[in-house]
């Protein structure tokens, strides 16, 4: 059982999330990894319902703010997305050259032993900290947030300088992810 006292009640809100990689490990490092990532959303809005307005990739985590269309449920989404981005990403870990290969598929089946569910690798920490956003002002504050995340990692100087944001579709240019700008 999860301690996350953040709880999905609306399945068609708006809601912030986070998915963490399993003890934070920095796995997003590599190109082929942030596109499985990418694709894998652009898949949920194209086919299973979801509505991002904004998201960050960052290191170890991703934060979305986003809802579910009428007739799909948000639980779902996030789920189904969860489920394919592991197997996905652990399959990449495996083939492509990768220096920490055996540390990360060790850190990961490590973590799955303790988790009766997880047949080998848990790469998802079970929580998504949703927070419900119910009016504009929380909206917007999750936004900016989520837009401000790099920047507060020193990664770039300014929100629209990070690729994998949806920092630059609020900037005018094209971003990965196909976002919807208004809420």
């Not at 068609?12 to 490092?29: G, M, P, Q, R, S």
């Not at 290191?59 to 789920?79: M, P, T, W, Y």
């Not at 492509?96 to 569910?117: N, Q, V």
């Not at 790099?150 to 609020?170: C, D, G, M, Q, W």
């Amino acid at each position: 059982m999860s301690a996350d006292n953040y709880f999905i009640t609306d399945q068609n809100a708006v809601y912030f999330l986070t998915f963490t990689v399993t003890d934070w490990i920095d796995v997003f490092t590599r190109k082929e990894y942030k596109i499985e990532i990418i694709n894998s959303l652009n898949y949920c809005i194209e086919k299973k319902g979801l509505v991002v307005f904004a998201w960050c990739l960052m290191s170890n985590h991703i934060h979305l703010v986003c809802k579910a269309n009428e007739g799909f449920r948000i639980s779902d989404i996030i789920r189904d997305f969860k489920k394919f981005t592991a197997k996905a990403i652990v399959k990449l870990i495996s083939e492509i050259p990768e220096s920490r290969k055996e540390w990360l598929l060790y850190r990961f089946e490590f973590a799955g032993k303790f988790d009766s569910r997880i047949k080998k690798y848990k790469f998802w920490q079970d929580t998504n900290h949703a927070v419900l956003l119910d009016n504009n002002e929380m909206i917007d504050q999750r936004i900016n947030y989520t837009h401000e995340n790099p920047v507060r990692a020193l990664i770039v100087a300014e929100p629209n300088e990070y690729l994998f944001s949806s920092a630059r579709n609020f900037a005018g240019e094209k971003g990965y992810v196909n976002v919807q700008t208004e809420v």
